[in-house]
């Protein structure tokens, strides 16, 4: 059988390899994608003083180190059985939502715009942002980049580092906003609005706008049929700080809901000799292998996931975008895996909208940022939903507070088997007996992985690429049958 | 179009990860409006976060090919040795590139414990894996199509150093963003570079030097505190609060980023060429600030400290004097 690599994976972060095996028809056989990496934090933070956690677990991931901070921070309260005051949790949702905003804006522009601006089978040297600041011009590119820096600067105003956040201490944070701090966050949060309504609009002009592209999306070999999962509030809004997991099967029914300290009775994981990633899958239905379907336990854990299962969103401009979508797709749940694309501009106008709230609430200049810690700590779970998907930290620890075990799961972890099928389903789509595989065709296999946003994903990629691959063919004895080259 | 021949070639620059988290690899990307300067000088001939260069277009590269390489991450597995001695290979200047290059970083903290330990708990023993079978990945695995291949995990977290020569070493996780473009800027201009094997992009001063809480004549304590314990003022030094602060030694650099958080340094720049052991430096410093003349008194106080290594070591543990505890 003929093994086709893609190694490594690029233009996402982390480490990742595809095996696509062709059969002798020349059609797709079976494809593996195996990532080839472990750092292993669920041991090595043994030992360690709970409140330590928050600052070690976001090194998991440099993108979204908020994220894992987040969840370690509402970890670390419930081990203590404690709730962070109202400005403590304000300021950490207010750092939370320009935590989202650098990461969306970064995504859209440096990830998935280049596929869909520049085109997919476009020449790979201009398929990057470079690119796309070519097509939509130079004015707007550097308001790309000076948005996310803002975005940053944000972050690191409120939680000190820029990327490696030091804000959270159990039971809240360790630093308060100014007046004066909180009107400059006012002002540049009303930017981060115009520029998120900018941005949906570019993407329903240039993506949606376009015949091929929307085609693409509709009916492309893109579409999983696999259940949601997403963090909702209590009016099942979409909340990404808080709230209780809601998951909802492939017809959009809600399964089940649970709290932090239900977890595992609703998610398992699932371990494959090929892969250092597990493969979580909802407990209830149990692992049925890599399968779409009712009967599946295969969920996925992404933006539309997240609109999926919610009855809508929590802010006026990002409802009326999200009912837009849900109507031009055909009502919900939507399975189409490029409109994970869309479902993250609407979460970037929530974001955008939610930090404007939290800046103009007029307890993000309280001075109320901690609460004492007076109950023995044992266990803490902390679930809060990552860029990537829904994230769970769980420490155990002795009566002084030093961590005996960890479990996490983490965002893009949710995604394993789907983003599996997904490749391989693009795969099977786009290579058969008589397909001439190009650059182009490799490139669209990759965005199947890409919409998924997987974990690291960087800011802004952001150069031209002589962008090279080489495939090569080889038969059953190694011998090698064609060799194709994107130059 | 021919190149005016006075042009300068641009730099031909890599970067590439190891055991990794992503976060230097954002740390370039924060120069933000400048990455365009950036693009204008140097020549991205592999980057796999950004750019869709493979493993095969390195290996095809003749040998010094490559200007400057910033390699982050530890070197944890067979994969990111292989990366590391490629790109010796290839590169005429080779830079660890923040901590875990550097110094190991936080995956270094894994040399507190074994590969089976640490396999066992993510594979078998987390309560919310369910693997009857007792199943470990494996390097090679015959699925029915053919082969799949993983890389070997490794016992010892090692850094850069421990397995290929380093020409400079750039700390901080992530190192700050304009230290960066300081070191690239004198590359790119041509100036003359300190000798081989020295830490650029950071000060040869303590982070408490540069600090700017408030610092008494007052330096003793009768106890230390962790951060939970006490409510800081916001404006005195840590350590004359009582909370253990890395700054004494660990380099300055970074912009103090985590203090203006309200956090204490915990190291992550790792120490300066006078005393190269963070865990030896802190000892030290902290022996000097007990206020007591009683040895059972001092060894009262100094064995309260919680997890003493995983706190002096947290970034350094691979390239310290204990380098892995010995099970």
Known sequence: MKHITIDPITRLEGHGKINIFL???????????????????????????????????????GVCPGCHHMAAGKAADAVYGVEPPPTARKLRELFYMAHFIHSHIAHFYALA???????????????????????????IGTEVLKQRRIAQEIQALIGGHQTHVVMNLPGGVRKGLTSEERDDIVKKAEGFVEFSKFSIKLFKDV???????????????????????????????????????????????????????????????????????????????????????????????????????????ATPIAQEEYEVMYKTLGGKPVHNTLAMHWARLVELIYSAEHC????????????????????????????????????????????????????????????NAAICMSIKKAAEGLITKDTEITEGILNMIEMAFRAYDPCFSCATHSLPGQMRMELVIKDSKGKTIRSVKRK | MKEESSQ??????????????GGCCVSVLDVHEKLLDVIAAADLVFWPIALDFKYKDVEAMPDGYIDLTLYNGAVRNSENEYLAKLLRQKSKVLVAYGSCSHMGGIPGLANFTTKEALLKRVFIDTESTVNPDKIYPQTEFEVPEGTLELPVFYNDVRTLQQVVDVDYFLPGCPPQTDRLLE??????????????????????????????RTKTENKKVKRFYRPIDVIDDGETCFLEQGIICMGPATRAGCGERCI?????????????????????????????????????????????IDDPA??????????????????
């Open chain 1, 356 to 415: 404007l709230e939290l800046a103009r609430d007029p307890d993000i200049t309280g001075t109320e940022l901690r609460v004492p810690l007076d109950k023995i700590p044992t266990e803490g779970v902390g679930i809060v939903e990552a860029q990537r998907g829904t994230l769970t930290h769980h420490y155990w620890t002795d009566e002084k507070g030093i961590v005996t075990k960890v479990n996490i799961v983490v965002g893009t972890t949710n995604n």
């Open chain 2, 310 to 327: 995983g706190t002096f070591y947290r970034f350094s543990l691979p390239a310290s004097i204990l380098r892995r505890r010995i099970i």
């Open chain 1, 207 to 313: 993506v949606l706008g376009n015949e091929t592209y929307l085609d693409i999306i509709l009916n492309g070999p893109y579409a999983l049929k696999i259940h949601s999962m997403g963090l909702v509030d209590d009016q099942n809004l979409v909340n990404f700080y808080d709230g209780k997991v809601r998951v909802v099967d492939t017809e959009g029914k809600e399964l089940f809901k649970y709290g932090p300290d239900e977890y595992l009775n609703y998610i398992a994981e699932h371990v494959e000799p090929w892969s250092y990633l597990k493969f979580p899958y909802l407990k209830t239905i149990g692992w049925k292998g890599f399968e779409e379907g009712q009967e599946s336990g295969v969920y996925q854990a992404t933006p539309l996931s997240r609109l999926n299962v919610a009855d809508g969103m």
């Open chain 1, 113 to 139: 715009a280049p596929d869909f601006v520049v085109g997919p089978t476009a020449d790979p040297a201009i398929r990057n942002i470079i690119g796309v600041i070519e097509k939509v011009g130079i004015p």
């Open chain 2, 260 to 304: 203006e958080g309200n956090a204490p340094c915990r190291g992550c720049y790792g120490p300066s060429e006078a005393s190269p052991d963070p865990g030896a430096k802190m000892l030290s410093a902290i022996a000097t600030m007990i206020d007591s003349n009683d040895p059972e008194e001092i060894e009262k106080v100094v064995d309260a």
């Open chain 1, 23 to 61: 059969n002798d028809d020349g059609g797709v056989e079976n494809v593996y994608f195996q990532v080839p990496e472990l750092r292993g934090f669920e041991q090595f933070c043994v030992g360690r003083p709970v409140e330590e956690l928050s600052q070690i677990v976001t090194k998991i991931c």
């Open chain 2, 183 to 212: 070191v690239f800027t004198a590359i790119v201009s041509g100036a003359e570079l300190p000798p081989p094997g020295s830490v650029v992009g950071a000060s040869e001063k303590t982070l408490c030097d540069d600090c700017k």
């Open chain 2, 8 to 21: 300068k070639p641009k730099l031909k620059l890599a970067i590439y990860w190891g055991a990794a988290c």
